[in-house]
């Protein structure tokens, strides 16, 4: 069975659209949770094709305001109340796309069937995002030209599971089970000791993802994402490119992939191509030269995390 965390990639190229792949924007989905992470253009579109049920974003995280990250906003937000949307929509943005998003509707005479919550992000320090009792989501730094921020994606484990034979065979109570999830022995009337050890499957390691697009090489962010099952960070350029790639805040393949071994994550997703490559699987090879676990960000494709 597919796990219940995972991440759609809708865009993964940098700002020029070309060679058939578009701009970034991915689709996470956390168990009933679902999330958007950058909007490029034509996002929307992408989200059709490849059938991502966008009606059920909750929460949408925007990196930066460069225009490869957020051109798609405004049209996912106004078909959204096309088709009488009621449910709110939470926005994590850095400064600025509110006055952009209220400018554009103002103009266009647009009206929204349903609450825009802007909750503003800052790109110089981490920062809990959102948490509930399942997942923290948080925000850190990158180094780019405007400010930007990373996304990490935290599972909490909080919950034991239960070994199901036993709830037969000892005939546990409701009460008793809920106890044994939480973590607490139960002492029966009798004086019979159910222990949590005996009764439950350790606890499973909680899943994470991060999210870095764009930066340059940046080291400060190793000890955020260390560990984690999946790292999606952005290789722009070739490993020859490492002169433009400085000019542009941005990462080359070999870059990326030492940042993936010294945070010594599980895998490594590259994405946010420049438009010169046609084919991608040469960057994942520079990549892999350094860190072998690297996959390539494939629009369409859902990535899951177990
Ligand atoms: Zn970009
Ligand atoms: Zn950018």
Redesign the pocket.
Known sequence: MPSDFSITIIGSN??LAAQGRF??AQYISFKSKHFLI?C?EGTQFRMNDFKVPKAHIEKIFI??L????FYGLIGLLTSYSLSNRIKPIEIYTPKGLREIIELQSMYSDAHFTYEIIYKETQALSNEVLFEDESICISSFPLK?RIPTTGFLFQEKVTERKLIKEKINSFDLSVDEIIQLKNQQNVVRNDGTILSVEEFTHPITKARSYAYC??TAYFEEIIPIIKNVDLLYH?T?FDKNLVALAQKTN?STTLEAARIASLAEVKQLMIG?FSSRYKHSEMLMDECKTIFDNTIIAIEGETFYID
């Open positions: 940098s700002a701009p970034t950058d490029g990196s930066h460069h225009g490869d990250h780019h697009s764009d952005e722009t941005h946010h």
